[in-house]
């Protein structure tokens, strides 16, 4: 039985590089995420690293770039929390020192506000009335959310919600 993958299809190094740098242009990528599929298409070696640094090179690879619209992305469309966010990036194998200037990089009113409107769009669908146990699952929620403890706490009382 075969798998859905391509085992070893491209064997010379200028298909590999077109591949590849067709795969970096369809959406940013990470240098561990197009390493592993260079690995999955064959390439080894010397040849894999000539081909991630021309990827370098010519600007279709870039970790910086990538960090940054990974945070942006993930924070205005999915609505997570920096600490998610950096959990996602170093799963993705980028340095520290560039996830925390994507990190960085997200504005601060923009997250409070995002935060404060999650906090307030479940407390809405929330059924307890024990106010105690409101908070433990809003907290727990946007904990979740992967948001920051004191930040949660600064948006329930913004909100009213503490």
């Known amino acids: 039985m075969k798998s859905g993958k391509q085992e070893g299809a491209i064997l010379d190094k200028k298909q590999a590089l077109a591949k590849a740098e067709s795969f970096c242009v369809y959406q940013e990528r990470s240098q561990k995420e197009v390493r592993y599929k260079l690995v999955e298409w064959g390439m080894r070696g010397d040849e894999l690293e000539e081909i991630l640094s021309d990827l370098i090179t010519n600007n279709f690879l870039n970790e910086e770039r990538f960090a940054k619209s990974y945070a942006s992305g993930k924070f205005n469309i999915k609505k997570w929390g920096r600490v998610k966010i950096k959990q996602g990036l170093k799963l993705k194998g980028v340095p520290d020192r560039i996830l925390q200037k994507a990190l960085y990089s997200l504005d601060d009113d923009d997250y409070m506000q995002t935060l404060e409107n999650l906090a307030i769009k479940k407390d809405n669908t929330l059924t307890e009335s024990n ?24 948006a329930l009382k913004a909100s009213n919600l503490n």
């Open 131 to 154: 106010p105690l146990k409101r908070k433990y699952k809003l907290m727990t929620y946007l904990q979740g959310r992967g948001f920051e403890n004191d930040l949660i706490l600064l």
